[in-house]
């Protein structure tokens, strides 16, 4: 059987009396882009490190193209990184930043001056090529640092939150030219963020880390819709989470309507149920569905958000809806109404009784 391109077995590591990577074990593919998102401090750029060897793992193994690279020192690994901080000299202009790993390579100067032309017109800033860094823009700037990475040809390309020093509009349209050019290249792309946006609009699959763990991987859209845990549930999109009486391990019940949910709780016991805000819909009262009164509409734009107070056999919890901004629909706060929502779109999680 082949192995992965990237192959990580049972990493482990310290600093001190705090350990920071617990067995992580990972495949990834030839090509694909996968990200590691979890808040701060859950080990995802300690993996990133370990894998480019600025930081050596305590234990484990890490494999590159058939390669164990476990214990080799960055400049005998075959990748290329980009910072958060881009890191790109201040002395040396655009064109000499990209031409400098070339150089160090020893190649001849009519074959750096034709990658450097290459990449410049790839990132769009050939008109910039004789600036200094300080003279163009943080987009512009992580654009270099992204030319430099790619100019040397590396078969694993690493982004350690190359996005999060931009502003909300340059940050989202670079994502875009980011995923757009790894498609092109075809190269194999790690990225480590905390941004779930960001991570669902790029990756091919999300590994999603909490106490240095991995705690699930899987595509956007299983992330997203089928979260392994409550944890990945809360930190991935927005969830409404109710709690809701047990009535036996088919029935759950919010109200006098009982859901069909298949759980391990006792009856009598307590459970959260997970529903996505925009899986629910609102409708005038009516002998169906949840009764709630709207307590909060907000206005945005093509969408509309509302905050319900939804009388359950738990006392009121609040729920958020969102939804398409229907004129022909004028929610108000003091509202009464009735959630619905499809029995799919309901997750229990098991073993979090409250």
């Given amino acids: 059987m082949t192995r992965p391109y990237l192959d990580i077995q049972h990493l482990n590591k310290h600093f001190g009396s705090f350990q920071a990577l617990k067995e992580i074990s990972l495949a990834v593919e030839q090509g694909e882009f996968v990200c590691f998102l979890g808040p701060s401090g859950c080990g995802k750029t300690t993996l990133l490190r370990a894998i480019a060897g600025l930081d050596l793992p305590d234990g484990g193994e890490i494999w590159q193209g058939g390669r164990n690279i476990s214990r080799l020192p960055p400049q005998q690994r075959d990748f290329g990184i980009v910072f958060q901080s881009y890191a790109l000299f201040p002395n040396l202009t655009v064109a000499q930043n990209i031409a400098f790993g070339l150089e160090n390579q020893g190649q001849d100067k009519e074959s750096i001056q034709q990658k450097v032309q290459h990449w410049l017109a790839l ?63 075809g190269i194999t792309t790690i990225m ?88 629910i819909s609102l409708t005038p009262p009516a002998q169906s569905g949840l009764q709630a009164e709207v307590t909060q509409v907000e206005f945005l734009g093509a969408t509309q958000r509302l905050i319900c107070s939804a009388q359950t056999y738990l006392g009121p919890q609040q729920v958020l809806v969102q939804g398409p901004n229907d004129e022909q629909t004028q929610w108000r706060t003091g509202m009464a109404c009735s959630l619905h929502w499809p029995a799919n779109a309901v997750q229990c999680f098991d073993g979090e009784a409250l």
Wanted: proline letters at 5%; zero cysteines.
């Fill in 123 to 185: 990132v769009g800033l050939e008109a910039q090529s004789h600036k200094y860094p300080s003279q163009i823009s943080g987009g512009q700037q992580q654009r270099v640092a992204l030319a430099r990475a790619l100019a040397l040809s590396p078969g694993l390309l690493l982004l350690d939150e190359p996005l999060s020093a931009l502003d909300a509009l340059v940050r989202t349209h670079l994502s875009s030219e980011i995923r757009a050019l790894q498609q092109r290249l």
């Fill in 192 to 279: 480590v963020t905390h941004d779930q946006e960001e991570a669902l609009t790029m990756a091919d699959r999300i590994v999603v880390m909490e106490g240095g763990r991995i705690v699930q991987v899987g595509t956007p859209q299983e992330i997203y819709h089928r979260p392994a845990s409550r944890f990945v549930a809360s930190f991935v999109g927005t969830m409404n989470f109710l709690d809701a009486l047990v009535l036996s391990p088919q029935q759950v019940r919010l109200n006098e309507q009982p859901l069909a949910l298949a759980n391990r709780a006792a009856a009598g016991s307590k459970l959260q149920i997970a529903i996505r805000p925009e899986a």
